[in-house]
């Protein structure tokens, strides 16, 4: 049902085929939230987790989506496989393949990985995280969320805050959201900014965290990347948060009864305070439901040539 044979980005995704996407996520949440949770969508499928770098949601968040539709999958762990013995992600996406695997997903600290392999597998492949590059499905359960409390994304105020050059989610989240119409703010320290930045569609920069949350429909934080980060980009976490933290008294400033996102996993009291991750704005924990979701949605439509459910 969708285009292209993989998910790789949101930047090449049609406007149509991300309404879509979201579409089958809302029918495929109400599988999430029955106390029954089987579903024959994936049922005589397989699916393969690939990832380079740690995950705990998004990781999980595919098992579940497989086991819910009925499929099954296994879960390669890179640390205990031949990739040690120096298998070249080629060749170990080739041996995955050859197993009859119907859907991989991959995760790589390199950005363009999956977009170079993909066309030498026949199986379908999902971006779960490429480097700085794009984290599709992470972008779209961001917007199911949004969508979930708007009628439209249309002239939607969307805040994304702190850490956006190391970011896959904030540029999966840009060009989904341009392409629907929302109006982006963007917000963070210069050294966390990146290159040109100010062109991307729909999207303005902030001085202030006060600008960019001023009157938004949506607030999203940042997880601060440490891992991803040089020295000397900030000069404390403390200060990070100071200036550039979501507390109750910054979110007070958002739309009444903003909505506050968050990738997660989150550092409380540096990106979002303590007690605001567990505001009742906090949609965090609905996010991960709503991943389940999408990614039901997603596997289901790549390997399916028929009516949609």
Same mark, same amino acid.
């Given at each position: 049902?969708?285009?292209?044979?993989?998910?790789?980005?949101?930047?090449?995704?049609?406007?149509?085929?991300?309404?879509?996407?979201?579409?089958?996520?809302?029918?495929?949440?109400?599988?999430?939230?029955?106390?029954?949770?089987?579903?024959?969508?994936?049922?005589?499928?397989?699916? &393969?987790? =690939?990832?380079?770098?740690?995950?705990? *949601?998004?990781?999980? $968040?595919?098992?579940?989506?497989? /086991?819910? !539709? %009925?499929?099954?999958?296994?879960?390669?762990?890179?640390?205990?496989?031949?990739?040690?013995?120096?298998?070249?992600?080629?060749?170990?996406?080739?041996?995955?393949?050859?197993?009859?695997?119907?859907?991989?997903?991959?995760?790589?600290?390199?950005?363009?990985?999956?977009?170079?392999?993909?066309?030498?597998?026949?199986?379908?492949?999902?971006?779960?995280?490429?480097?700085?590059?794009?984290?599709?499905?992470?972008?779209?359960?961001?917007?199911?969320?949004?969508?979930?409390?708007?009628?439209?994304?249309?002239?939607?105020?969307? &805040?994304? =805050?702190?850490?956006?050059?190391?970011? *896959?989610?904030?540029? $999966?989240?840009?060009?989904?959201? /341009?392409? !629907? %119409?929302?109006?982006?703010?963007?917000?963070?320290?210069?050294?966390?900014?990146?290159?040109?930045?100010?062109?991307?569609?729909?999207?303005?920069?902030?001085?202030?965290?006060?600008?960019?949350?001023?009157?938004?429909?949506?607030?999203?934080?940042?997880?601060?990347?440490?891992?991803?980060?040089?020295?000397?980009?900030?000069?404390?976490?403390?200060?990070?948060?100071?200036?550039?933290?979501?507390?109750?008294?910054?979110?007070?400033?958002?739309?009444?009864?903003?909505?506050?996102?968050?990738?997660?996993?989150?550092?409380?009291?540096?990106? =979002?305070?303590?007690?605001?991750?567990?505001?009742?704005?906090?949609?965090?924990?609905?996010?991960?439901?709503?991943?389940?979701?999408?990614?039901?949605?997603?596997?289901?439509?790549?390997?399916?040539?028929?009516?949609?459910?």
């Amino acid at each position: 049902m969708l285009k292209n044979k993989d998910l790789l980005g949101l930047k090449d995704t049609p406007k149509e085929e991300i309404q879509l996407i979201l579409d089958v996520a809302e029918e495929m949440k109400k599988i999430v939230r029955s106390p029954h949770k089987k579903s024959p969508y994936f049922a005589g499928k397989s699916m &393969a987790t =690939l990832f380079y770098e740690n995950s705990t *949601r998004t990781k999980s $968040s595919f098992e579940f989506a497989c /086991s819910y !539709m %009925g499929g099954v999958y296994s879960s390669l762990n890179v640390a205990t496989s031949s990739v040690n013995k120096g298998e070249s992600i080629l060749d170990t996406l080739k041996t995955i393949d050859s197993f009859g695997t119907d859907v991989i997903v991959i995760r790589h600290s390199m950005s363009g990985v999956p977009h170079v392999y993909a066309p030498h597998v026949r199986a379908h492949i999902v971006n779960a995280g490429d480097g700085l590059n794009e984290h599709p499905t992470q972008a779209l359960l961001d917007m199911l969320t949004m969508r979930e409390r708007y009628d439209t994304f249309r002239g939607l105020k969307v &805040a994304i =805050l702190g850490d956006v050059k190391h970011s *896959r989610v904030a540029r $999966s989240n840009v060009w989904g959201l /341009s392409k !629907m %119409g929302a109006e982006i703010r963007i917000c963070g320290p210069g050294t966390l900014l990146p290159s040109g930045v100010e062109k991307l569609p729909c999207v303005t920069v902030c001085a202030t965290v006060e600008e960019a949350v001023r009157d938004a429909d949506v607030v999203m934080g940042l997880r601060l990347q440490l891992e991803r980060m040089t020295k000397g980009l900030i000069p404390s976490m403390g200060e990070y948060h100071r200036y550039f933290g979501v507390d109750e008294d910054m979110l007070a400033k958002a739309k009444k009864g903003a909505l506050l996102l968050h990738p997660g996993p989150v550092n409380r009291n540096v990106e =979002l305070s303590f007690d605001v991750v567990d505001c009742r704005q906090s949609m965090i924990n609905e996010q991960v439901t709503n991943g389940v979701a999408v990614r039901m949605a997603v596997m289901y439509l790549l390997t399916r040539d028929n009516k949609v459910v």
